[in-house]
């Protein structure tokens, strides 16, 4: 059993013992059944209203060389940190960019600024009970860099998997270690329809690998460096969790989900802070801080 309550007492210090061991935390009933239905009435909001011009229609996939085309050609990805913007599963447009099928089935996610801009993730991103979780795991300055809505449904056209991955990859600091996931499933998360694998213990290697802004004049926006090692299967468990639980995650440590092949969805509410006290945020991350949306203190 990996679930581990925020008041422990741990070596590391910003960390219950159990996250410092694992590089992840499972915190069940964190939330209630409806706050999270308040999140999901949310997003059906905004896409109820969703308009997006042919030329903003991003494919987003996980695998790199679809992600280096798809992400790294658009400016809508590169630009989306302090805005609400819409991603979609491979194979949902045709070559006219008109929907294959139902828009709302079409999304994989939705990003990166929800936490600033939609009032209800607002709120729950900076509740009560998420700073005095962040209080416990030692977070002096904390600041929300991104947040995301991620969909993991199956329609017979998507067989989505998410490959292994450390976050840190993606969100590189100095010095490392300073970047925390939280992961909100609002419905139940099950191997079925693709709940997260850790890999225990995996946060403590560094990493071998960064997405970074390509030099200008490349043809593309980012670019991978260093090599992705290969993981060994056997290592990952299945981390399920209920809908209201939490997953901390360090940003060092490797993790995946599955295809959902359950016929249901597993839709997540996910959002990543940094200590900013002592920590300096790459500049060559894709995702950067505007004047117009500074990363906000998450204890506001």
């Known amino acids: 059993n990996r679930e581990s309550h925020p008041g422990e007492e741990g070596s590391h210090p910003m960390s219950p013992f159990q996250f410092h061991e694992d590089g992840f935390l499972v915190l069940e009933c964190f939330f209630s059944p409806e706050e999270c239905d308040s999140m999901r009435s949310s997003i059906q909001r905004i896409l109820d209203v969703m308009e997006v011009p042919p030329h903003c229609r991003t494919e987003f996939s996980t695998k790199e060389e679809e992600q280096l085309q798809a992400q790294g050609s658009s400016d809508y990805f590169l630009t989306s940190g302090d805005k609400i913007r819409f991603f979609f599963e491979k194979g949902v447009l045709d070559e006219r960019g008109n929907f294959l099928i139902a828009k709302e089935k079409s999304v994989s996610k939705i990003g990166h600024a929800l936490h600033a801009h939609d009032p209800v993730f607002k709120q729950i991103t900076h509740s009560s009970k998420v700073q005095e979780l962040g209080r ?37 600091t100095e010095p490392l270690g300073r970047v925390l996931g939280f992961w909100i499933a609002l419905e139940d998360a099950t191997q079925e329809n693709g709940c997260l694998w850790f890999i225990p213990g995996s946060h403590t290697s560094g990493i071998t690998r960064r997405m970074v802004r390509a030099a200008q004049g490349a ?60 920590t300096s945020w790459s500049k060559e991350n894709w995702l950067q801080p505007t004047p117009e949306l500074p990363f906000p203190l998450l204890y506001a």
Do not use: W
């Open 136 to 172: 416990k795991l030692g977070l002096e300055r904390p600041v929300v860099v991104q947040s995301m809505y991620i969909f993991k449904t199956l329609t017979p056209l998507l067989f989505i998997t998410v490959t292994p991955h450390q976050d840190a990859t993606f969100l590189h």
């Open 219 to 278: 043809s593309t926006c980012v670019e991978f460096v260093g090599s992705e090692p290969t993981y060994d299967d056997s290592k990952f468990i299945p981390v399920p969790i209920s809908k209201g639980g939490l997953i901390v995650i360090h940003g060092e440590v490797v993790h995946k989900s599955e295809m959902n092949s359950s016929g249901f969805s597993r839709h997540v509410y996910t959002f990543h802070v940094m200590e900013a006290k002592g």
